[in-house]
């Protein structure tokens, strides 16, 4: 019991001190509503994010709303990065699995919805201004059904 009761301490200890090790400050936080018909892979979603603070690292978070009769297991994106200075990141390609294999979903299931918060990258943002990121969904289905939300969330993440 006594051996129960230490661990317990330890674990909440290291939880704490975990927690307190890195502060996080939202950054950006926005959020776009998709088509009900589906979401044309021709029409992207674009956030633009303005950046002030070139001396810290953040924590790039895609947030995915989707149906819970959504088709697929995962979802890709074509993600675009534009710099303030007119600079152009190459196309990335990237893959999220939304459901395990026994099509349990992986986000927070709520009536008619699951949402999802995927971490993305961390980025470093070189020089102030408007930064954006241009997000096109790549699956094989023209006009996407199931999507609900697409958001995009930034964190400031410090190690102290």
């Known amino acids: 019991m006594r051996q129960r009761k230490n661990t317990a301490i330890l674990i909440a200890a290291m939880a704490l001190l ?5 502060d996080r ?9 998709v088509d009900e018909n589906g979401w ?7 956030f633009n994010i303005e950046a002030e ?9 895609l947030d995915i709303r989707n149906r819970n009769d959504y088709a697929f297991s995962n979802i890709f ?3 675009t990065t534009i710099y303030p200075n007119g600079e152009i990141a190459a196309d990335t390609n990237i893959e999220f699995q939304l459901a395990m294999p026994d099509g349990k979903w992986l986000g927070k299931e709520s009536g008619r919805y699951v949402d999802g918060r995927y971490p993305l990258c961390y980025f470093h943002f070189p020089e102030k201004g408007k930064y954006q ?7 094989r289905d ?8 697409i958001g995009m969330h930034v964190e400031r993440v410090t190690v102290k």
């Open 18 to 22: 975990l927690v307190a090790a890195c």
């Open 25 to 33: 400050s939202v950054v950006y936080d926005e959020h776009f509503t």
């Open 40 to 46: 044309n892979m021709d029409e992207p979603i674009v």
């Open 53 to 61: 603070d070139t001396s810290e690292t953040c924590l790039c978070f």
């Open 77 to 79: 994106f074509f993600i």
């Open 133 to 139: 990121f241009v997000i096109h969904h790549a699956m």
């Open 142 to 149: 023209t006009l996407l059904a199931g999507i609900k939300d």
